[in-house]
């Protein structure tokens, strides 16, 4: 198990697409954000493309961003389990400097080439580049799969 700071990698500029019927914030287009990027995060710690969510804690929004703010995100693994890593992430307005959330957990499970649970041997974040996968995934569906 490794903890870590968390490091705030991305940013999003608040868009019209991004609004809810408040003119704020739409709380859907936040949470792909997140999921995204803690895909692209699993990916880089656990050198699979085929990594997939599996659960997320409570989710509570206590402030929000209105269009032209500038939000970031940011995720750290807090446990490398067997298949599965576990992430807390953290969203800040950069404009009013107020956290708009926080997800305490968030678990990607490693899956094999059949969508199957697989070990990933890791115990420790990576801050390098050294498991990004270097190969193309194969998007067939496992069951087209030869
Ligand atoms: C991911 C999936 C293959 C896992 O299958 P499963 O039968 O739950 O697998 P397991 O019971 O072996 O658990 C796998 C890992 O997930 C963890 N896990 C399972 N359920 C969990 C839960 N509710 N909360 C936290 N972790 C959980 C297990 O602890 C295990 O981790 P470990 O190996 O590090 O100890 C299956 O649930 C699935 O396909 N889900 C859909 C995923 C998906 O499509 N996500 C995209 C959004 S729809």
Do not use: C
């Not at 954000?33 to 997939?52: C, F, H, R, S, T």
């Not at 678990?107 to 990933?120: S, Y």
Request: charged share 25%.
């Amino acid at each position: 198990m490794t903890t870590g700071d968390i490091t705030f990698h991305t940013r999003k500029w608040v868009r019209p697409e991004d609004l809810n019927a408040n003119g704020t914030l739409f709380g859907g287009s936040l949470l792909r954000w997140i999921d995204e990027e803690a895909a692209i995060y699993a990916i880089i710690q656990l050198g699979n493309g085929m990594a997939v969510t599996k659960y997320m804690s409570e989710i509570n929004f206590v402030s929000s961003a209105r269009q032209g703010d500038l939000i970031e995100m940011g995720l750290t693994a807090t446990h490398f389990g067997r298949t599965s890593l576990t992430m807390r992430a953290e969203v800040r307005n950069m404009i009013t400097r107020k956290s708009i959330l926080t997800i305490e957990k968030i678990v990607f499970v490693n899956l094999d080439e059949d969508g199957n649970p697989a070990p990933h041997g890791f115990t420790e974040i990576t801050y390098d580049r050294d498991r990004v996968p270097s190969h193309h995934l194969d998007l067939k569906a496992p069951a087209e799969k030869d």
